[in-house]
T-cell receptor, first 111, second 111 residues
Framework: TQLLEQSPQFLSIQEGENLTVYCNSS?????LQWYRQEPGEGPVLLVT?????EVKKLKRLTFQFGDARKDSSLHITAAQPGDTGLYLC???????????FGKGTSLLVTP | DSGVTQTPKHLITATGQRVTLRCSPR?????VYWYQQSLDQGLQFLIQ???????AKGNILERFSAQQFPDLHSELNLSSLELGDSALYFC??????????FGQGTRLTVV
């Protein structure tokens, strides 16, 4: 099983602050996905990154895939309370059939 | 609404018992995945079915089994339940090579 380590585990910030969360592995992934999960709900896909060095932007969220395709980061600019949730990264398994998830970063943005 | 329906939403049962969790995938999705989410282990892949056939196995215990029926709905059977089996169980579905959509999960509490 390819291990994905996410950091930090918990993050509590005030509205308007910037933050970065990380997803690291010793394994190479063909693609990496970021999900957000809210309490009582299933994870919802935010973005998929495929190419090493790729940067994708989704409004105030910026996702980067490492050059070696082993790590990724998510940067949020001017965080808002609506950004609160559990952020999960996931990579395709060796079989290519199912996703392996990190344990997630729990983000709390207070007004 | 992801289009993936899981029932029941909550389940409380005693140790040693057996339960069945049900998942109806999105219309047209042939792949169904089961995941277990706990605080200490995060989101763990259990098993995948594709068009009625088992496609991939993850960290699924021998006490657990699953199947996908001709109408593509899937069931996850958990037997000889232990306290440690208490967790959120998610089902996800996708088309081949497509994005996985997650249901809202079943929260299982074993007492």
């Amino acid at each position: 099983t390819q291990l994905l380590e996410q950091s930090p585990q918990f993050l509590s910030i005030q509205e308007g602050e910037n933050l970065t969360v990380y997803c690291n592995s010793s394994s190479v992934f063909s693609s990496l996905q970021w999900y957000r999960q809210e309490p009582g709900e299933g994870p919802v896909l935010l973005v998929t990154v495929v190419t090493g060095g790729e940067v994708k932007k989704l409004k105030r969220l910026t996702f980067q895939f490492g050059d070696a395709r082993k790590d990724s980061s998510l940067h949020i600019t001017a965080a808002q309370p609506g950004d609160t949730g559990l952020y999960l990264c996931a990579g395709e398994s060796n079989s290519g059939y199912a996703l392996n998830f990190g344990k997630g970063t729990s983000l709390l943005v207070t007004p | 609404d992801s289009g993936v329906t899981q029932t029941p939403k909550h389940l409380i049962t005693a140790t040693g018992q057996r339960v069945t969790l049900r998942c109806s995938p999105r219309s047209g999705d042939l792949s169904v995945y089961w995941y277990q989410q706990s605080l200490d282990q995060g989101l763990q892949f259990l098993i995948q079915y594709y068009n009625g056939e088992e496609r991939a196995k993850g960290n699924i215990l021998e006490r657990f089994s699953a199947q996908q029926f001709p109408d593509l709905h899937s069931e996850l059977n958990l037997s000889s339940l232990e306290l440690g089996d208490s967790a959120l169980y998610f089902c996800a579905s996708s088309v081949v090579g497509g994005q996985a959509f997650f249901g809202q999960g079943t929260r299982l509490t074993v007492v």
